[in-house]
């Protein structure tokens, strides 16, 4: 079974600093990996996945996300930060099957 | 830009109660699912459906829960007794195919008293 871990609840960093929110994730098959943020009171909305390819998968809003397959880890990046990122954000796995798994989410706060 | 729409966006009802949660998918999906949230918690997979038949589903999705889609648009799923432990942002979405990605509505938050 399919599983993913944030091991950061929260992050905080200054505005124009690169920031990095972390994942890991377990699954028995080749890994379908993906990023939402969500904002108070609003959905979940995709920001960026990863199926193959390239490591580096460039996502909206100028995010990115590294997949390492030995360290089975799937960060979310970005150089420079800014006041508006500042929102919970979710990795997410998916196995051969369809359902996805999130991650317990990471509240990203980015101040002036 | 096309997205999931859901309705009501908010939803109060007593324990024992029925309650239908409503969805309209982006228009060319063919795979639709529910998700729910309780507060401070994990988001957590309910159910997905393709071709008129739940397709997979999860341990929380119980016989209390069903889906359906009625029509060309709509998707809902109905808690046939409500629990207080229902209580919980709802967010329905879609998929254009199989492991395409999953577009999610705005949620439904709904509080069993």
């Known amino acids: 079974a399919q599983s993913v871990a944030q091991p950061e609840d929260q992050v905080n960093v200054a505005e124009g600093n690169p920031l990095t929110v972390k994942c890991t994730y377990s699954v028995s098959g080749n890994p379908y990996l993906f990023w939402y943020v969500q904002y108070p009171n609003r959905g979940l909305q995709f920001l960026l996945k990863y199926i193959t390819g390239d490591n580096l998968v460039k996502g909206s809003y100028g995010f990115e996300a590294e997949f390492n397959k030995s360290q089975t880890s799937f960060h979310l990046k970005k150089p420079s930060a800014l006041v508006s990122d500042s929102a919970l954000y979710f990795c997410a796995v998916r196995d051969n099957n369809n359902d996805m798994r999130f991650g317990a989410g990471t509240r990203l706060t980015v101040k002036p | 830009e096309p997205e999931v729409t859901q309705t009501p966006s908010h939803q109060v009802t007593q324990m024992g109660q029925e309650v239908i949660l409503r969805c309209v998918p982006i228009?060319?999906?063919?795979?639709f699912y529910w998700y729910r949230q309780i507060l401070g918690q994990k988001v957590e997979f309910l159910v997905s459906?393709?071709?008129?038949?739940?397709?997979?589903k999860s341990e929380i999705f119980d016989d209390q829960f069903s889906v359906e889609r009625p029509d060309g648009s709509n998707f809902t799923l109905k808690i046939r007794s409500t629990k207080l432990e229902d209580s919980a942002m709802y967010f329905c979405?879609?998929?254009?195919?199989?492991?395409?990605?999953?577009?999610f509505g705005p949620g439904t938050r709904l509080l069993v008293l």
């Open positions: 228009s060319n999906h063919l795979y």
């Open positions: 459906f393709y071709n008129n038949e739940i397709s997979e």
């Open positions: 979405a879609s998929s254009e195919a199989l492991r395409q990605t999953q577009y």
